[in-house]
T-cell receptor, first 110, second 113 residues
Framework: DAKTTQPPSMDCAEGRAANLPCNHSTISGNEYVYWYRQIHSQGPQYIIHGLKNNETNEMASLIITEDRKSSTLILPHATLRDTAVYYCIVRKTSYDKVIFGPGTSLSVIP | KAGVTQTPRYLIKTRGQQVTLSCSPISGHRSVSWYQQTPGQGLQFLFEYFSETQRNKGNFPGRFSGRQFSNSRSEMNVSTLELGDSALYLC????????????FGPGTRLLVL
């Protein structure tokens, strides 16, 4: 079973911030939180990852709670091209067996 | 730097046949992982190779096998194809050290008739 839970779907107005939550209450101290997205049947695209500090890159920001039991991916100004399934996963090492959950289907609405 | 490439992109086979899919990782990446994606089961981990050795394996039958070559290119093979093997097969590469991001290829879409 996946170690994360995410809402199955969300809508966001174009130009607004999209905040995608992820619960990982059983995360261990050396597990990282990774976010990927998959645009209709393409390969998943890496977005961002973090351990315990908040992270930001050109695509998104990742906010991890102090107890590390949940996180939020923020797309600051959502565009129609951000419509995709977003996956939150936790893993310790690059060779961990990665278990993807069903993810959150984000629809950006004009 | 070129991304992960997978060939072929589309494939149609019939039940009972076998198929070989190929993955070329990003230059310098030594780890290749394979995933199967179906509408019903989502993204499922098949196996991971590093330096020509299988380092991790998912819960798939022995009909699914893989290998990695000295140049880090990888192939996966499915023998005795079943209708349920119809899926998008994805590979992902990473440098292979303890904590490295995986980058996915575009996938091979396999249809078994």
């Amino acid at each position: 079973d996946a170690k994360t839970t995410q809402p199955p779907s969300m809508d966001c107005a174009e130009g607004r911030a999209a905040n995608l939550p992820c619960n990982h209450s059983t995360i261990s101290g050396n597990e990282y939180v990774y976010w990927y997205r998959q645009i209709h049947s393409q390969g998943p695209q890496y977005i961002i990852h973090g351990l315990k500090n908040n992270e930001t890159n050109e695509m998104a920001s990742l906010i991890i709670t102090e107890d590390r039991k949940s996180s939020t991916l923020i797309l600051p100004h959502a565009t129609l091209r951000d419509t995709a399934v977003y996956y939150c996963i936790v893993r310790k090492t690059s060779y961990d067996k990665v278990i993807f959950g069903p993810g959150t289907s984000l629809s950006v609405i004009p | 730097k070129a991304g992960v490439t997978q060939t072929p992109r589309y494939l149609i086979k019939t039940r009972g046949q076998q198929v070989t899919l190929s993955c070329s990782p990003i230059s310098g990446h030594r780890s290749v992982s394979w995933y199967q994606q179906t509408p019903g089961q989502g993204l499922q981990f098949l196996f991971e190779y590093f330096s020509e050795t299988q380092r991790n394996k998912g819960n798939f039958p022995g009909r699914f096998s893989g290998r990695q070559f000295s140049n880090s290119r990888s192939e996966m093979n499915v023998s005795t194809l079943e209708l349920g093997d119809s899926a998008l097969y994805l590979c992902a590469s990473s440098l292979g050290s303890t904590q490295e991001t995986q980058y996915f290829g575009p996938g091979t879409r396999l249809l078994v008739l």
